[in-house]
């Protein structure tokens, strides 16, 4: 069964920073990319950053500069660290799994609240 958890997510001050972490367990398909999503309330799911094995990385406009995604492929762990947080950053953050076969696995979400 494949499982994946975040961790690393809570309530910050605009400009501070967290590192989100994500573990894949039960991973028995060879792995196209890992990425987060994020959904802020009252709108859709949105895709912050992915990273493929080869560490190729895409990041939403929004994040670019202030958000870096990395991984460690034997672990199948993937982390984001997100700098310089605005309040619009507020959300759940997802972690992602997209198989080659690009079927995608979800984590449960960690809350990130940047409020003064």
């Known amino acids: 069964q494949v499982q994946l958890v975040e961790s690393g997510g809570g309530l910050v001050q605009p400009g501070e920073s967290l590192r989100l972490s994500c573990v894949a367990s039960?991973?028995?398909?060879?792995?196209?990319?890992m990425g987060w999503y994020r959904q802020a309330p009252g709108k859709q799911r949105e895709l912050v950053a992915t990273?493929?094995?080869?560490?190729?990385?895409n990041y939403a406009d929004s994040v670019k500069g202030r958000f870096a995604i990395s991984r460690e492929n034997r672990k199948n762990t993937v982390f984001l660290q997100t700098n310089s947080l605005k309040p619009e950053d507020t959300g759940v953050y997802y972690c992602?799994?997209?198989?080659?076969?690009?079927?995608?696995?979800w984590g449960q979400g960690t809350q990130i609240t940047v409020s003064s």
């Open positions: 990273i493929t094995s080869r560490g190729v990385t």
């Open positions: 039960g991973i028995f398909f060879t792995i196209d990319h």
């Open positions: 992602n799994v997209r198989s080659v076969t690009h079927r995608d696995y």
